[in-house]
């Protein structure tokens, strides 16, 4: 009975540790979210809204400045095709209560409502999509393996 108590205990103050630890949610401040969301992030899909597998992986990396600028380069890898799409774009974010706002410099202008936005994690979402099921999901620390250089042997599709 002792061991059990301990083992008890020890997963007790590790499950609040990890529930405790976690990042604290700074979408309702937005000049602290502001802060956190300055510097270059890093996401990866291959579902679409509906959680459907798409033909075509993306992965991206965008650099948010503070004076509010960003580089987006986008990756997008068809497996079955042995075929990639590589896209770069300039232009504005935008974080308020309302959500978060990027205005390519060619004047494409997309919404989205904010999930989470921390230090280490940003989750946002189209209006229409059930955030629960499915969000657009960036992190910070560049994950092991991502790479946005086609792999040897996939010849660039056209448009």
Do not use: H
């Not at 209560?97 to 994690?121: A, M, Q």
């Not at 189209?126 to 250089?149: A, C, H, Y």
């Amino acid at each position: 009975p002792m061991k059990k108590t301990i083992l008890f205990t020890l997963i007790t103050v590790l499950i609040a540790c990890l529930t405790a630890c976690e990042k604290p949610n700074l979408k309702s401040d937005i000049e602290e979210a502001k802060k956190a969301l300055v510097g270059t992030w890093y996401g990866a899909g291959e579902v679409d809204e509906l959680g459907e597998a798409l033909e075509w992986q993306e992965y991206w990396e965008i650099e948010r400045f503070q004076d509010g600028s960003y580089v987006y380069v986008n990756l997008q890898i068809n497996n079955t095709e042995k075929a990639y799409k590589i896209s770069e774009e300039e232009g504005y974010w935008e974080l308020t209560t309302l959500g978060y706002t990027e205005t390519s410099d060619d004047g494409n202008e997309t919404k989205y409502l904010t999930y989470l936005v921390n230090e280490d994690n940003f989750e946002y979402y189209l209006p229409g999509w059930d955030p629960i099921d499915v969000r657009i999901q960036e992190e910070k620390k560049k994950p092991l393996n991502f790479s946005l250089t086609p792999p040897d042997g996939y010849q660039e599709a056209d448009e």
